[in-house]
């Protein structure tokens, strides 16, 4: 953070821990406060991925509104990789968006400089012991802990639930 409380996308290298739910904390970069968050969020939201969203529509046959609605969610997934120091995990169908958009590596870096710092990368680390579960419902008892952090810290950060139609429940 400069001196003037601007965010300068360097990431902070300290961490603090916030309650996103009752009695469960994680990690978080501790310059991290909420006028950061706010201003990291609407430099995802303010990304062009025109070209990668019709990329995504043409290879998974996918609908403009289903693929408004995946690219509004995995933008919402890589902001809160970007500020959480933990295991964030993702199911479903915005995935495949993510894997289209790594097509895109000059994109995809700049992005990822612009949400979580220069010189950051938001590396795609599949769970491959989960991958050969095809995961259609998923509840906290059974829920993987890297899901269900995600789940907890979407809440916290968004103020919602994370949207049914674009991630299992």
Known sequence: ????????????????????????WFRVYDEFN????????????????????????????????????????????LVLSAIFDEEIGMRGA???????????????????????????????APNTELAEQNIAHVDTETMPHDYLTFWRAYKYIFGVSPPADAWPQ
């Open 94 to 124: 915005v995935d495949n968006l993510w894997h289209t958009f790594l097509l895109f590596t000059r994109e995809y870096l700049e992005f990822c400089y612009l949400i979580a710092g220069t010189g950051i990368i938001i590396h795609h």
């Open 1 to 24: 953070m400069s001196s003037s409380g601007e965010y300068n996308n360097q990431m902070p290298s300290d961490t603090m821990m916030v309650e996103v739910a009752n009695g469960i």
């Open 34 to 77: 909420t006028h950061i968050v706010d201003t990291i969020i609407k430099r995802a939201e303010a990304f062009d991925m025109e070209k990668i969203i019709r990329r995504y529509m043409r290879d998974y046959h996918v609908s403009l509104d289903i693929a408004e609605i995946h690219h509004r969610e995995l933008k919402r997934f």
